[in-house]
């Protein structure tokens, strides 16, 4: 649990994991105003991050592959295998070992290999089946919004006993992509200017809330 917050009014006992907002004050009031970028790598450090293909979306790469292997053990080591909780362990297992597939492209971005009746019909010209038209226009967002919101909110409030779901420590890290994604789709269908699409800054919150959670419930077990 975060530990109190000394201010000249008092102290402050958060029950969250603070960590999603100080990123995010990190990413748009240090990076985004970070000087010298264009210059150095033709970019600027903010778009380098926010692009497709960087730092970010390898990172969220690296993290969804370790969610699956620790997700994986913990279902090993679950002594009744046939209970709600360990199915879904394993279901969490599989499902991030096919994001981090689908976060390059299932290895498109290494190789330069890809499957052309995939890549053609893709939006981004790759091999994967989320930007594929009518997932990526229709149901890739609503998925992120509807995930985002149970696993940061729904999940641990009605689900008390099922430690597959993240605990509320963690629902910042899910409920920053949940309102990022709700309102990028909001100002598209408003009469204003479709906000700036910042994915990979938000989603980087949502694979680390999963690496988290599959860390902390590991080491639990191990205990």
């Not at 492209?105 to 995939?118: D, K, V, Y």
């Amino acid at each position: 649990m975060s530990k109190d917050i000394k201010t000249p009014f008092g102290k402050i006992t958060p029950k969250v994991d603070l960590f999603p907002i100080y990123y995010l004050l990190f990413i748009y009031g240090f990076v985004y105003i970070f000087p010298y970028g264009k210059n150095l790598i033709g970019i600027s450090w903010f778009d380098l991050l926010r692009s497709e293909d960087g730092p970010l979306e390898w990172l969220q790469f690296f993290e969804y592959v370790s969610s699956a292997f620790l997700a994986f053990l913990i279902f090993v080591r679950r002594k009744n295998k046939k209970e709600v909780n360990s199915f879904l362990w394993l279901l969490i297992a599989l499902l991030s070992l096919i994001i981090a597939g689908e976060e390059i492209s299932w290895g498109e971005r290494l190789t330069g290999m890809g499957i052309t009746a995939i890549s053609d019909l893709n939006v981004q010209g790759e091999t994967n089946f989320h930007n594929l038209p009518f997932f990526h226009n229709y149901l890739l967002d609503p998925v992120f919004e509807i995930s985002c919101v149970f696993l940061g909110w729904f999940g641990w409030r009605k689900f008390k006993n099922v430690d597959a779901f993240p605990n509320r420590e963690l629902s910042l890290y899910f409920l920053f992509v949940a309102l990022f994604y709700f309102y990028f789709d909001v100002s598209w269908a408003s009469t204003t200017e479709q906000i700036r699409n910042d994915q990979e800054i938000f989603e980087f919150l949502l694979s680390s809330g999963i690496f988290l959670h599959c860390l902390r419930s590991l080491r639990k077990k191990i205990k």
